[in-house]
């Protein structure tokens, strides 16, 4: 699977839009773009994921470029409660292929 | 109802004992995880298994050894308890090849002492 780069922090108002940026250059075809976050303390959670369209669901929206060379995940009205760290992973849809975590982007929501 | 569920939540042990992490999910997945998060906070897959049989084992100590008594249920179990075992560990699930995300549960704090 192709590797992500993204921003180790980033800081955002409350009820502002947070927008968390993710680089795949040497995304292939047939890799989706997959959004996580893990809250302090708790398991990581599916937020949403894309091939080639743009996507949005009652947590966030994915904005996948034409190139599928990079990817932002927006959080539309953040609250305190989305502070969390958020992975980027690019991964083939097999059995048997495993969901790697990087580091990930560490937002923090500010009041 | 809880969709993927561990226990215990918390565990706290000496060196070399034996003990065991349970996993139970309701949401009618086929494939189950483990997944280790140590100090530095990575989070490295462990296993997974896809309705009872083994489909990825990282190089994992053979003092782990997950068990699967149907598609519902993946235990781990940890022999001789070493104190660099102290870590979260996280049971999660997905449909066979992971396309809708996996559903992870909320971990299991092991120490050992």
């Known amino acids: 699977d192709a590797k992500t780069t993204q921003p180790p922090s980033m800081d955002c108002a409350e009820g502002r839009a947070a927008n968390l940026p993710c680089n795949h250059s040497?995304?292939?075809?047939?890799?989706?773009v997959y959004w996580y976050r893990q809250i302090h303390s708790q398991g990581p959670q599916y937020i949403i994921h894309?091939?080639?369209n743009n996507e949005t669901n009652e947590m966030a929206s994915l904005i996948i470029t034409e190139d599928r060379k990079s990817s932002t995940l927006i959080l539309p009205h953040a609250t305190l409660r989305d502070t969390a760290v958020y992975y980027c992973?690019?991964?083939?849809?097999?059995?048997?292929?495993?969901?790697?975590f990087g580091a990930g982007t560490i937002l923090r929501v500010k009041s | 109802d809880t969709a993927v569920s561990q226990t215990p939540k918390y565990l706290v042990t000496q060196m070399g004992n034996d003990k065991s992490i349970k996993c139970e999910q309701n949401?009618?997945?086929?494939?189950m995880y483990w997944y280790k998060q140590d100090s530095k906070k990575f989070l490295k897959i462990m296993f997974s298994?896809?309705?009872?049989?083994?489909?990825i084992n990282e190089t994992v100590p053979n003092r782990f050894s997950p068990k699967s008594p149907d598609k519902a249920h993946l235990n781990l179990h940890i022999n001789s308890l070493e104190l660099g075992d102290s870590a979260v560990y996280f049971c999660?699930?997905?449909?066979?090849?992971?396309?809708?995300?996996?559903?992870f549960g909320s971990g299991t704090r092991l120490t050992v002492v």
């Open positions: 999660a699930s997905s449909h066979r090849a992971g396309e809708s995300g996996y559903t």
């Open positions: 298994y896809n309705n009872k049989e083994l489909i």
């Open positions: 949401l009618g997945h086929d494939t």
């Open positions: 040497t995304i292939s075809g047939n890799e989706y």
């Open positions: 992973i690019v991964r083939v849809d097999w059995e048997g292929n495993k969901l790697v």
């Open positions: 894309g091939l080639k």
